[in-house]
């Protein structure tokens, strides 16, 4: 299962690229696990994904919370929360 990543803000800026081509084992079937798979293979994925709390998922451009499986995805994106402005008008 080939997977395109999309790393969007700090994340990529942590990884050191804005995206890759991955072929993960077949026993990560989560994005949790495609992430503790890809902290396991690089300092930046480890340093980007060191604190879940801090990440946000789209599977193929959807939502997805960090347990949702991930059968038949092509794309994965993490990004952190989006924040509203300053408040100033």
């Given amino acids: 299962m080939a997977l395109e990543m999309l790393y969007f803000a ?3 800026e942590a990884i050191g ?5 991955v072929e993960p084992p077949a026993e990560v079937t989560t994005v949790t696990a495609l992430l503790d798979w890809l902290a396991a293979g690089s300092d930046g ?3 980007a ?3 879940r709390s801090r990440l946000r998922a789209a599977i193929d451009q ?3 919370a960090l347990d949702t499986s991930l059968a038949g995805a092509r794309e ?3 990004f952190p929360p989006v924040t509203g402005g300053s408040g100033a008008a």
């Fill in 45 to 47: 994925h480890a340093r």
């Fill in 76 to 78: 994965v994106a993490i």
């Fill in 10 to 12: 700090w994340v990529r």
């Fill in 49 to 51: 994904f060191a604190d």
């Fill in 17 to 21: 690229r804005d995206g890759e081509r």
């Fill in 62 to 64: 959807e939502f997805a």
